[in-house]
């Protein structure tokens, strides 16, 4: 150990001011690669700029449920309601809208409110009667997709007006389309609250180790309840952008949210053990997964090869980085140590 | 393995000799080359303090754990042992503190594991078989249990018993115990006294590992007294003598252990706790800590000390009795209140509880107090962080490479100072410490007794808990002797020596098994 022994800061070189670590800047390579590769190879996957923004609105849904979700999983935990929270959330605005006769404005917000509400739930049956996060959100899963398919009934409305439609097809000025202001600004601010806030400390310190958070005097049950309610609230406008996209709602509608979301985090880096991970990995995931996904299709290749790619690219993912970062058999840690020693001499 | 059992259990004899063992984790040496012998038709018992390296020998000679050096002779013949089950093979079984029977299983299940009785062409498991030898195993101990019990309803004494039948069961003839007395009950531990006894008749090697003085004087035919790590003393039946050996595990030249002379305690209170209980821990707890105060809390591992100490942090919910914090009670509330009022505690695990080891030295020490951080926009000031880091590595003297270097990367004693340094840094009136060098080597250790030592002096009252002596005769203004979650004895100022200290709860633990 050299160093100083009076005059100790942190060693923030180049690289830390970049909120980037390996994971995040291996992701981002690979995320320009493969677009300029598609840009090459497809015809018709840059039919122009504006045109090729608008192609994230397919996907950028999604990117609104994995910020909360993130949250969430980097406190240990993890929400299997995400998709039918959306749901939910998106009839319960429509039903409002038609059967109150609100401003669709209005029943948005109300809907966004019912979803922060959703997650409370989960939060307290998990922090209050003590359930496994696993359990607690896939039975609430399930109760919050009965309600959606009740409420909806045979006819869910449909039709909403154009200017509320904008928001999941619309773009300001033809180019910039107004999902990718969204989410860009909650990206910003997911980030924030994550790596410079208090609560995002407390959030990480909880996934690292809950019991050193709980004699730390951080409350932890406060702080986990609260990681559910962000979560319901950004999978709540995430079915919110959806009914805007399609000017219809259905009850499974968030129904393909879930499994994708989850794919998401985890490729971002985001350990699923908690404590580890950044928005900015999850943000170029999304992108990642997103520009995939549209490339294949605009290829021509079935939503089933493309969604039998993504699998394993997870799977890939997961492997390389367990490989690296010294989890799981000895050849990690042959292979670790391989990589690291060179890395520490310099 | 019938072949084996055959083989072993045929052997009449069983000497077991360890010769000039040693054994060190890292940098920190923990037997230092000694050596026992034990003999068939004897019982051979280990003493010694906490720390002294009993259970590592043990573990040495039962082949968990591979010795630096010194070699094992059974019988003459050199062994080399590389996992329990070759300690099985010839003969060697290790009776674990608290047994980890499979829960789920039966009991007699639990006996066979690894070795399942067979029958048949396509080797179906023989339950009958298996039941009728658990029975008669059990049988041959004396024991009444059901062989088709679920495991997890057995108390420990029992869980014991059991795993001595599967000794028998293996052939095994020498049966060491790992400190088999101390979560026991008298009445158990007069049970398996007799079950050892009924071995010893029977020609078995018996070693087993106690420091409750009267019953290793009632049962024991050699005694081996450890002290850090070597062999201090060694004496047959009926050569016993009580103050020889107690005086013998606390060490001779502990008499000498400096202590300083000057103190910084005042008469202010400044925590009061009156009649504190939490069943089954600890009950009618009550002490006074003063301004500038050292207090330290003796006992055994298991007293009740942490338990107390995280009753009073709110970690734990307090049965009774009231704890108050300059003249406010604090009964009951909330950690994070707790803190705020300035009481702090760092735990005796620091990788569990003290501390976040992937995090950074920085934002473990913001840790102890987030708000501490100055904010903009609600967001942390990370140059605050640094600064606010950095101020607890100098002040603590950590050695480090830079405050965002994670606390795994540091030494132990590296480790317990940032952990200081988070709860010092709050300038709290009353800070518990449990075992405040745990796993930190012998020269950072001198630097953190300075530390707290520093820390008393500019006004708080620390309250040290401790399983070395060594350190509160070294540290303490006062001493509090816990037993079984009561005080048993208070010691202060000149009366405190590391004879007395041994006595006020050695003594009382073997009235304990007596009565």
């Known amino acids: 150990m050299s160093g100083g022994r009076n005059d100790v800061t942190a060693r923030r070189g180049a690289s830390r001011r970049l909120p980037l670590g390996n994971w995040e800047r291996a992701l981002l390579v690979l995320l320009v690669l493969l677009t300029l590769g598609l840009v090459a190879a497809v015809p018709g996957f840059y039919p122009g700029f504006g045109d090729f923004l608008a192609l994230s609105e397919n996907f950028l849904p999604f990117g609104l449920v994995a910020l909360g979700l993130t949250t969430v999983i980097l406190t240990g935990g993890i929400d299997l309601s995400v998709g039918t929270t959306a749901s939910l959330a998106a009839i319960v605005m429509a039903e409002l809208w038609t059967g109150l006769h609100l401003s669709i404005w209005i029943a948005a917000l109300l809907g966004v409110a019912s979803g922060a509400l959703l997650g409370l739930v989960n939060g307290l049956i998990i922090t209050r009667l003590r359930t496994e996060p696993l359990i607690a959100t896939l039975a609430t899963s399930f109760i919050y997709g009965s309600i959606a398919t009740a409420l909806a009934g045979d006819n869910p409305p449909s039709g909403f007006p154009d200017s509320f439609n904008r928001l999941g097809t619309g773009a300001i000025g033809g180019i910039l389309p107004y999902q990718i202001v969204l989410f860009g600004v909650l990206a910003a601010f997911f980030s924030a609250l994550i790596s410079r806030s208090a609560f995002g400390r407390k959030v990480v310190m909880i996934g690292y180790n809950t019991e050193a958070a709980r004699y730390a005097g951080i409350r932890v049950d406060r702080i986990v309840t609260l990681s559910y309610v962000i979560s319901g609230t950004t999978a709540a406008l995430a079915g919110i952008v959806l009914a805007a996209y399609y000017s219809a709602v259905r009850p499974d509608m968030g129904s393909i949210l879930l499994l994708s979301t989850i794919t998401t985090v985890v490729l971002g880096g985001v350990s699923i053990f908690g404590g580890d991970g950044s928005i900015a990995g999850v943000v170029i995931a999304v992108l990642l997964l997103g520009m995939l996904r549209q490339g294949m299709l605009i290829a021509g290749f079935s939503d089933m090869v493309t969604t039998m790619v993504t699998g394993a690219i997870l799977l890939g993912a997961i492997a390389l980085k367990n490989l690296f970062a010294g989890r799981g058999t000895g050849l990690a840690t042959l292979l670790r140590r391989l990589r690291i020693r060179p890395a520490a001499t310099t | ?515």
Not at chain 2, 332 to 337: D, F, N, Q
Request: negative net charge; proline residues 4%.
């Open chain 2, 1 to 515: 393995m019938p072949g084996t059992v055959a083989q072993a259990g045929s052997a009449s004899s069983g000497t077991y000799r360890a010769s000039d063992i040693v054994k060190s984790y890292g940098s920190v040496p923990v037997l230092k080359g000694l050596s026992v012998s034990l003999h068939p038709g004897r019982i051979h018992t280990t003493m010694g303090e906490n720390g002294a390296g009993k259970s590592t020998l043990f573990k040495v000679m039962a082949g968990l754990v591979q010795p630096n050096g010194g070699t094992l002779h059974l019988d003459d013949a050199p062994l080399l042992l590389s996992s329990p089950h070759e300690a099985h093979l010839h003969g060697i079984y290790l009776v674990p503190q608290e047994p980890a029977l499979m829960p789920e299983l039966t009991v007699a299940e639990t006996m066979f594991v690894g070795q399942l009785p067979t029958t048949g062409r396509w080797r179906r498991i023989d339950w009958s078989a298996m039941r009728a030898r658990a029975q008669e195993a059990l049988h041959a101990l004396g024991l009444d249990i059901d062989v088709d019990a679920q495991s997890r309803r057995l108390s420990i004494a029992q869980q014991q018993q059991v795993e001595c039948a599967k000794a028998l069961l293996r052939g095994c003839r020498v049966i060491l115990f790992d400190e088999p007395t101390s979560p026991l009950t008298t009445h158990e531990v007069d049970r398996l006294f007799s079950t050892m006894r009924r071995l010893r008749g029977e020609g078995y090697t018996l070693a087993f590992i106690s420091h409750r003085m009267d019953e290793v004087l009632d049962i024991s035919d050699d005694i081996s007294v450890l002290r850090d790590g070597a062999l201090v003393d060694s004496v047959e039946r009926p050569e016993f003598d009580r103050t020889r050996l107690l005086s013998q595990m606390v060490g001779r030249e502990m008499r000498t252990i400096p202590r300083r002379s000057w103190s910084s305690a005042t008469t202010e209170a400044v925590l009061t706790v009156d009649g504190l209980a939490h069943a089954p821990s600890f009950a009618e707890v009550g002490f006074t800590l003063h301004r500038g105060e050292i207090l330290g809390l003796a006992g055994l591992v298991g007293a009740g000390r942490t338990e107390i100490a995280e009753t009073i942090f709110g970690l734990r919910r307090c049965d009774a009795g009231s704890v108050v914090l300059d003249g406010a009670p604090i009964t009951g509330l909330p950690t994070h209140e707790i803190i705020r009022k300035g009481l702090v505690y760092a735990p005796e695990d620091r990788a569990r509880h003290g501390a976040v080891l992937p995090m950074t030295i920085a934002q473990n020490v913001s840790a102890g107090l987030i708000e501490r951080v100055r904010r903009r926009w609600g967001l942390m000031d990370r140059d605050d962080e640094d600064r606010i880091g950095a101020e607890a590595v100098s002040q603590y003297r950590v050695r480090c490479a830079g405050t965002d270097q994670t606390l795994r990367e540091l030494s132990g004693g590296n480790q317990q100072k940032v952990v200081f340094g988070k709860w010092m840094g709050l300038s709290p009136a009353v800070a518990i410490l449990d075992e405040p060098t745990r796993g930190v080597d012998v020269g950072a250790k001198d630097e953190i007794y300075e530390l707290i030592e520093a820390r008393a002096r500019a006004g708080t009252a620390i309250l040290v808990i401790s399983s070395e002596m060594e350190e509160l005769v070294r540290l303490c203004d006062r001493i509090l002797s816990i037993y079984e979650g009561r005080i048993v004895a208070e010691l202060h100022g000149d009366g405190i020596t590391p004879e007395r200290l041994g006595r006020s709860y050695l003594s009382h633990a073997g009235l304990g098994a007596a009565a």
